[in-house]
């Protein structure tokens, strides 16, 4: 079995930022891909951020220049730094490894 948590959620003010963790554990030795999603109520799932193994990272044209991966000295955690952060923002974010394994959420709010 494969467990994934995100945290790092939270409540952070316009123009702020926060850091989203996703640490995968179990039967799994490294995560090669990562793709972090984000859902708002009566909303699909909205991938917004993703980077497969060899290193190539692609942006939604939604945070592109304000959200970044990156990676952990362990292969089991991967980050999305957010800056700048908008109400639009708002929503629970979900980190989906090697294209199977989905976390719980985490939320995060912008608001003043």
């Known amino acids: 079995q494969v467990q994934v948590v995100e945290s790092g959620g939270g409540l952070v003010q316009p123009g702020g930022s926060l850091r989203l963790s996703c640490v995968a554990s179990?039967?799994?030795?490294?995560?090669?891909?990562v793709g972090w999603y984000r859902q708002t109520p009566g909303k699909r799932r909205e991938l917004v951020a993703v980077?497969?193994?060899?290193?190539?990272?692609n942006y939604s044209d939604s945070v592109a220049g304000r959200f970044t991966i990156s990676r952990a000295v362990a292969k089991n955690t991967v980050y999305l730094q957010m800056d700048s952060l908008k109400p639009e923002d708002t929503a629970v974010y979900y980190c989906?490894?090697?294209?199977?394994?989905w976390g719980q959420g985490t939320q995060v709010t912008v608001s003043a």
């Open positions: 989906l490894c090697n294209l199977r394994y």
């Open positions: 980077e497969l193994s060899g290193g190539y990272r």
């Open positions: 179990g039967s799994i030795s490294s995560i090669n891909t």
